[in-house]
């Protein structure tokens, strides 16, 4: 069964996976991954531990190539990471250089598109603008809390100006205020850039307040199980969206999804 969306055509997505597997030493990891990721839309994975999320997002990033099967971005095949895909990884301590400032850091991707100097300083300070780390472009790594080492890997990857943004566990680590507080500021950007998120996730209620949609996979091997369309109104709001009868009624839907899931490899 194909789980991709009916309403998306190939001309309305940014990402398309035909029938992807992926081995790795032998083992297979994903299979049979059929899916259209629309262009602008937040598509958000979930899945017990073990089940190929991580693995699904570097396919979609060119760090691993599948086994068989295509993966099409715009089109082309995605044979290697590029210029126009950014990745935030859920540990933000060791994606950021420690012996680099939070202009530095941001400097690093525009040093790798080649961006003239000249124009480096005026990107560099909106991008931290954008993620509330104005008058902070001076502290190192070290000097800052996990939250705003998160905003800064945002923000360097927000310097790439993506076409898609892959988020693995992101606010895996924060506590939950600072969670909540990223989770909107992830909104905001979405909402200004129109860029395509696609963000690998535990939290139900985190898939569910983000995302347009949810895919859920099945473990041993990698599979999609589950999509929900995620039908709330937006801009969203920590307490009322998620008070919204939709919003509990889909959070049961993948509540019972990974419960009947783990028992199957329990």
């Known amino acids: 069964m194909t789980y991709s969306d009916a309403r998306a055509s190939t001309a309305q997505s940014l990402y398309q996976f035909q029938t992807v597997g992926l081995s790795l030493g032998g083992k297979l990891i994903l299979d049979d991954i059929s899916l259209n990721v629309r262009k602008g839309e937040i598509l958000c994975i979930?899945?017990?531990?073990?089940?190929?999320?991580?693995?699904?997002?570097?396919?979609?990033?060119?760090?691993?190539?599948?086994?068989?099967?295509?993966?099409?971005?715009?089109?082309?095949?995605m044979t290697m990471p590029r210029q126009d895909v950014a990745i935030i990884f859920q540990d933000y301590g060791r994606a950021l250089l420690p012996w680099r400032t939070a202009t530095g850091n941001v400097s690093l991707a525009l040093e790798a598109a080649r961006v003239p100097m000249a124009e480096?300083?005026?990107?560099?300070?909106?991008?931290?603008?954008?993620v509330g780390l104005t008058g902070h472009a001076d502290k190192y790594p070290t000097e800052m809390s996990g939250g705003m080492q998160q905003?800064?890997?945002?923000?360097?990857?927000?310097?790439?100006?993506?076409?898609?943004?892959?988020?693995?566990?992101?606010?895996?680590?924060?506590?939950?205020?600072?969670?909540?507080?990223?989770?909107?500021?992830?909104?905001?950007?979405?909402?200004?850039?129109?860029a395509t998120i696609v963000f690998v996730t535990h939290d139900l209620e985190e898939a569910l307040y983000l995302g347009d949609r949810v895919i859920g996979l099945l473990a041993h091997?990698?599979?999609?199980?589950?999509?929900?369309?995620?039908?709330?109104p937006r801009p969203r709001n920590q307490l009322t969206t998620r008070e919204e009868p939709t919003f509990l009624r889909l959070r049961r839907v993948l509540f019972d999804f990974i419960e009947k899931s783990e028992g199957l490899h329990a």
């Open 46 to 77: 979930v899945g017990a531990s073990g089940c190929g999320k991580t693995t699904l997002l570097r396919l979609a990033g060119g760090l691993y190539q599948p086994s068989s099967g295509t993966v099409l971005f715009g089109n082309e095949p």
């Open 120 to 130: 480096r300083k005026a990107r560099i300070d909106a991008c931290l603008n954008k």
């Open 151 to 194: 905003r800064l890997q945002i923000a360097r990857c927000l310097a790439q100006e993506p076409q898609a943004l892959l988020m693995d566990e992101p606010f895996g680590a924060l506590d939950a205020m600072t969670r909540q507080s990223l989770q909107d500021e992830v909104l905001a950007l979405h909402a200004e850039s129109g």
């Open 221 to 232: 091997p990698g599979r999609i199980g589950i999509e929900v369309e995620v039908d709330l």
